[in-house]
């Protein structure tokens, strides 16, 4: 595609911390590059807004390779943008033309409060991990890699979940602002494997209640979180944990 | 686990609406097929029936010992499915205190499976009116002509159907209260599975085909039943 350069409009919220009430900013931003990442396009206007002695605006980001789930932008009405999974890191300028308008916003739950501006606490998916996201691993020498027979498809399924990078675009997306489908896919990751069997049931259910405790809203499987993740976590995964949690609710 | 846990919690909840849900979706299986009774009398079957076989058909749902017993857990399942919908519309709401300036809407959720909560209010309503039409008439109240087949004396509820249904405001609001069930039909059955846990791969597409075909049959014979009255396409022909 052939480079080009855009002149846009972007009205972006502001909030200097989680008691300040918000509101959004118009900002102009000139010779844009579409070769530049939209994150790039941010840097660009908070070098501008440095230089201008004006209060930069704060953003999430750290691999900006799309495999960290730090970047968390909410632009024009998409989590991570207009791209079909992909992460706000990995969008790109071509994604827009000279004269466009863009609305940014920070992900929008009470579980993930606004640190400032663009930045949310995502602490509430650590919690959810510390719950039961781990497997036991004795010491000692290292077991042989071949020496438990895994079944190819639930490898690959497992996989598939673990490919879950916890950026919650699921939350952000969700009208009930549900967390099922990360859950969904850490319950199913280690479900799915032998390694994960031993806190199987306790798993499940720690998991969910902590989920619960964080204030995340309850699924209504309306498929937005799944069209919006950028590591394509299948709905399937939510069906996996209420699966999980019913037979791990009826023994324990 | 404490049972109490279980059913508080968020996935134990849906769990419940999952359920009382597909009891009621298999209500629904016997309630379309009696009052398809109805369509006996069409032309192109018996004109003769004159309700006959739907009287009979509603007589032996009123009379019968084992469904009158059930018509209490019915009852109960309506109770615990609207009770447990509105608990969770509340919780789902209070998740998110401020909202979007730019909403998501359509690009990657159907309309219909975001408004659940509304479309369920409808149905409520449209319950309300239409147990007042005919179930509180039938159980409570002398109001309803007899008629007798046999020897057997029941209920005229054809009767009684047909003077319902000849009032156009009654049959719009029929229509009304049926497509909203149609649309709450085509995310719900599927989304009753998926909250109690069926997610076998090998089932997904049989269940999704399954819930819009059960959607579409069930809420056309109930739309056809006001408007197969309205229109005389059904009726006393003698």
């Not at chain 2, 909840?13 to 629904?28: D, E």
Request: proline fraction near 3%; include cysteine.
């Amino acid at each position: 595609m052939e480079h080009y350069t855009m002149s846009l409009t972007l009205k972006v919220w502001k909030q200097q911390n989680s008691q300040d009430k918000g509101r959004f900013e118009t900002y102009q931003v000139k010779d844009i590059s579409s070769e530049m990442s939209f994150l790039e396009m941010f840097d660009v206007l908070n070098e501008q807004l440095i230089r201008e002695g004006k209060d930069p605006i704060a953003f999430d980001h750290d691999c900006r390779e799309g495999i960290c789930g730090t970047c968390s932008m909410y632009i024009d009405g998409r989590p991570h943008g207009p791209w079909h999974a992909n992460t706000t890191c990995q969008l790109h300028m071509r994604a827009y033309k000279d004269g466009d308008t863009i609305v940014v916003e920070p992900w929008r739950a009470n579980a993930f409060p606004v640190i400032k501006d663009l930045v949310v606490d995502r602490s509430a998916f650590d919690r959810i991990i510390q719950a039961g996201g781990y497997i036991s691993v004795n010491t000692g020498n290292a077991v042989d890699a071949n020496a438990l027979p895994v079944d190819k498809d639930k490898a690959d399924a497992s996989f598939a979940a673990a490919a879950c990078i916890g950026c919650g675009a699921c939350v952000a997306a969700c009208k009930n602002s549900s967390a099922l489908l990360f859950v969904g896919a850490k319950v199913s990751h280690l479900a799915l494997l032998p390694q994960g069997d031993p806190e199987r049931k306790n798993r499940v259910l720690n998991m969910v209640a902590q989920m619960d405790r964080e204030g995340f809203g309850a699924c209504t499987a309306t498929g937005a979180c799944e069209a919006v993740c950028p590591k394509e976590i299948s709905l399937s995964n939510i069906s996996r944990l209420n699966k999980e949690y019913l037979a791990a609710g009826l023994e324990k | 686990m404490k049972w109490s846990d279980f059913f508080t919690s968020s996935v134990g909840k849906k769990f419940v609406m999952g359920l009382t849900g597909l009891f009621l979706i298999s209500f629904l299986i016997i309630h379309v097929g009696v009052n398809a009774c109805m369509f006996a009398d069409l032309s192109i079957f018996n004109p003769a029936d004159d309700g006959t076989m739907f009287n009979i058909a509603a007589h032996f749902m009123g009379s019968m010992v084992v469904i009158r017993l059930l018509e209490y857990v019915l009852f109960l399942g309506i109770i615990l499915h609207i009770v447990q919908g509105y608990v969770l519309e509340a919780k789902n709401r209070g998740s998110r205190s401020v909202g979007y300036d730019v909403k998501m809407g359509n690009r990657g959720s159907k309309w219909y499976s975001r408004s659940m909560g509304l479309l369920g209010t409808l149905i409520l309503l449209f319950l309300v009116i239409h147990l007042a039409h005919f179930w509180v008439k039938a159980r409570f109240t002398e109001s309803l002509e007899p008629v007798s087949y046999r020897g057997v004396e029941m209920h005229n509820m054809f009767k009684e159907m047909l003077i319902v249904f000849k009032e156009p405001l009654v049959v719009v609001i029929y229509v009304l209260g049926c497509i909203s069930l149609a649309y709450h039909l085509a995310h719900g059955f599927q989304s009753a599975f998926r909250s109690i846990g069926v997610h076998n791969k090998k089932y997904n597409l049989m269940l999704t085909s399954l819930g819009y075909g059960f959607t579409i049959i069930v809420t056309l014979l109930f739309i056809l039943m006001p408007i197969a009255v309205y229109f005389d396409w059904v009726g006393y022909h003698n």
